[in-house]
């Protein structure tokens, strides 16, 4: 079983500017796609791959210019300092979902197939999707469904998900789709599911807030000239890193100086994003709606 195709692999590795004595990061290391290719380049630098996931742990490479930490990435700076390093010459992060994930029907990332509503990146933690479908209220799960699956009848999702528990647990993938499968529109169901999963993977995994709180660290650790490249696939996670190259802060708030000129510490390399090509889409589907941004610490 392949575990992961990285999408826009040769784009966003040069986007790294990659420097042979450097040390670099790989915060999503997955199938160890990027990471080897970082490792090509280097010659007496070093790099530092986190993942939560355990089966991320059997791509590790045997190699000593390479130190793998099974770490959420929101731990980013506490773990390079404790391994005494105090900057970094580049950072990537590829932020979706693997392959292996989807692949493996009991981790119940994917509506196509039955299995038990998990969802967890990190098999350890004790939240499930199925936890949250059944302890949270209508409101709450609204919310998730609107922020985080931008489903405009959130509400409704939530009102039908909560009148389903009430006559058996919803734990299931096949549970949640009978919940609410009259509200899918009709030749649209596949897009449908995949944002109510989405939402609740989000949910499940703090993915956002994980998101930012990896960003910022990674602006403090990033050296001068340092790069940070990430890979988004919806547009909750692009628009957060869009806004964050761009102004420095989450909200796209533009602070200028006396000159009108906006104070920001990146500069953007690849301004409107990097698309992949018709060629990379043909032979990795999954990549359709990859965007990769690139920028440098000034």
Not at 49 to 69: G, S, T
Not at 86 to 104: K, N, P, T, Y
Not at 129 to 151: P, W
Not at 163 to 189: C, M
């Amino acid at each position: 079983m392949v575990y992961h195709i990285p999408a826009l692999l040769n784009e966003s590795i040069d986007g790294l500017n990659i420097r042979p004595d450097g040390i670099y990061v790989d915060v999503t290391f997955g199938g160890g796609g990027h990471s080897m290719e970082i490792l090509k380049r280097l010659k007496t630098g070093k790099l530092i791959a986190f993942d939560q996931d355990e089966d991320a742990r059997m791509n590790v490479p045997a190699d000593k210019k390479f130190l793998f930490l099974d770490q959420n990435f929101r731990f980013l700076k506490n773990n390079l300092k404790f391994n005494d390093i105090r900057s970094i010459d580049g950072l990537i992060a590829d932020l979706g979902v693997s392959f292996h994930q989807f692949d493996e029907p009991e981790r119940g990332f994917t509506f196509r197939q039955n299995a038990p509503l998990d969802m967890r990146m990190n098999k350890t933690n004790t939240v499930t999707a199925a936890h949250l479908l059944k302890t949270l209220d209508e409101a709450s799960l609204a919310d998730i469904f609107y922020n985080f699956g931008e489903l405009t009848n959130s509400r409704r999702i939530a009102k039908e998900i909560v009148a389903a528990r009430k006559v058996k647990p919803l734990t299931s993938v096949n549970d949640i789709i009978d919940a609410i499968g009259k509200l899918a529109p009709y030749r649209q169901e596949h897009k449908f599911y995949a944002k109510v999963f989405q939402a609740l993977r989000i949910a499940v995994n703090h993915e956002i807030d994980y998101l930012k709180e990896m960003l910022m660290q990674a602006l403090s650790v990033l050296s001068s000239g340092g790069r940070l490249v990430v890979i988004t696939y919806h547009s909750l996670e692009d628009r957060v890193v869009k806004n964050f190259m761009k102004t420095g802060n989450f909200e796209g708030e533009e602070i200028k100086d006396f000159y009108g000129n906006i104070q920001t510490p990146l500069r953007i390399i690849n301004k409107k994003g990097t698309a992949p090509g018709d060629e990379e889409i043909a032979n990795n589907n999954r990549a359709r709606s990859a965007r990769l941004r690139i920028a440098e610490k000034i």
